[in-house]
């Protein structure tokens, strides 16, 4: 990416991350942010040859959408410099765009060089708290007269965020059959002694961790499962509950299955927006002589994760984009979100190495176009070797879509799949 792209992208990434704006405003700043990499990404290809759309057309259209969206929240959406200089680099970017799909003359914009008649570079990113007064009104010169203006955005309170934590309890030994109770707690730092007290096994020990930081009015999902235990009389294995700042309680009745034995897992995995962010685990031993008292088993805690890679087909970024935007939003996760379809695959392969070993997380978005890229399959083949699978998390992006040969014993299913794409075709039958 060319300096003056990368100095933009920071600047907006600088403010996207600023927790004390309305959520709205840094969900338009994230959204600019990544198309804008993507653009600055999509115009250091080479020209198009033959038939097809040069990725840098739905690049700029992605742009002129984000910007005009970003327009519509609270003025004034960005400290008067560095609103020029987007406005000025776009204006740049979007005839660059057309001689690269063959509609333009002029010169195309190199790897390592900024559009034509780009401005100076911004050397800093502007302070959080200082707002100039807007720039003057800019339209983009393509595709900008087909986009009508999103009417202003309604007042808007910032959301406050809690450093949670998450902790859980259950019997250390339990017979073969019967049934037990497991609960989970999530708790804001300082209220380690409150967590402590909602579970019915007092004696339980939250260890204590790094915090993270949790955006109010996040909902959380949490699905107990394991090898050796069951739901109880049907009871749903996953709960929800919505973050307020406040320690919270869940409870499962669980049964150990019959005829099991041995120490084994009992595994809660704490979702938002289906992403699995932080994982609670529990060693319990199954023995047919459990004692009639047996202590509390002691439950490290649980803290969300970090750092995460995005593995995807270019083709369905849009639709990554939409899946991430919750925990980078209200977990504040860093989810690499790689171009490895634009890049030369030597000059990229060695920083993909370094993202994917320092992840936390490996997210896998499988459909039709990442079952045909070589580069997801050597993306996850490294995450297995590196990360272990239990790191690993597969989301379908299309239905009938069969899994890969070596992923094909881990849990697939998306609940949420299906929850959004009856979402989608609601709003367009809404729109018609």
């Known amino acids: 990416m060319d300096p003056e792209a990368t100095a933009i992208v920071a600047a907006l990434r600088s403010l996207q991350d600023d927790t004390g704006q309305p959520l709205a405003r840094r969900a338009a700043l994230m959204r600019l942010a990544d198309a804008l990499e993507f653009l600055a990404a999509t115009l250091a290809l080479p020209p198009q040859e033959g038939p097809g759309a040069h990725p840098a057309q739905a690049a700029q259209r992605e742009c002129s959408r984000a910007w005009q969206a970003l327009q519509g929240t609270l003025a004034p959406p960005l400290p008067s410099p560095l609103q020029q200089h987007v406005a000025a680099w776009l204006a740049a970017a979007a005839p660059a765009a057309a001689v690269l799909a063959g509609h333009g003359r002029g010169a195309v914009p190199t790897k390592r060089s900024a559009p034509r008649s780009a401005p100076p570079p911004v050397t800093a990113a502007p302070p959080k708290t200082a707002y100039a007064a807007p720039a003057p009104a800019f339209e983009l010169p393509e595709a900008a007269a087909d986009l009508a203006a999103p009417p202003p955005a309604p007042p808007e309170t910032t959301v406050p965020m809690d450093d949670a934590r998450f902790g859980a309890s259950a019997p250390a030994v339990v017979p073969p059959g019967r049934e037990f109770v497991a609960e989970f707690v999530a708790y804001p730092a300082g209220a380690q002694e409150q967590a402590r007290a909602l579970l019915s096994r007092p004696h339980a020990t939250l260890e204590v961790g790094a915090a993270t930081p949790l955006q109010r009015g996040t909902r959380l999902d949490v699905e107990v499962r394991g090898s050796a235990f069951v739901p109880a009389d049907g009871e749903s294995a996953r709960q929800s509950f919505v973050w307020q700042g406040t320690p919270v309680k869940l409870a499962w009745a669980l049964q150990a299955a019959a005829g099991s034995s041995g120490e084994s897992l009992l595994r809660l995995d704490v979702a938002i ?96 176009a990442a079952a045909q890229s070589g580069w997801v399959r050597w993306e996850y083949e490294r995450a297995i070797e590196r990360l272990g699978e239990q790191c690993l998390q597969i989301h379908p992006l299309d239905n009938g879509v069969a899994p890969p040969r070596a992923l094909a014993h881990l849990h697939m299913a998306d609940a949420y799949m299906g929850l959004r794409r009856e979402e989608q075709l609601r709003a367009a039958a809404a729109q018609n």
Do not use: M, N, T
């Not at 289906?274 to 047919?288: C, D, N, Q, T, Y």
């Not at 991430?324 to 790689?338: H, K, M, Q, T």
């Open 273 to 368: 927006d289906g992403i699995v962010v932080a994982r609670v685990r529990l060693p319990i031993e199954v023995a047919a002589a459990a004692p009639a008292a047996a202590p509390p088993v002691r439950a490290e805690e649980a803290v969300i994760a970090r750092r995460a890679f995005a593995s995807y087909a270019s083709a369905d970024r849009l639709r990554v984009l939409d899946r991430v935007a919750s925990i980078r939003l209200a977990a504040g996760i860093r989810v690499f979100l790689d171009c490895h379809d634009l890049h030369p695959g030597k000059a990229w392969q060695p920083q993909l190495e370094r993202e994917i070993d320092a992840s936390e997380l490996f997210l896998l978005f499988w459909s039709a």
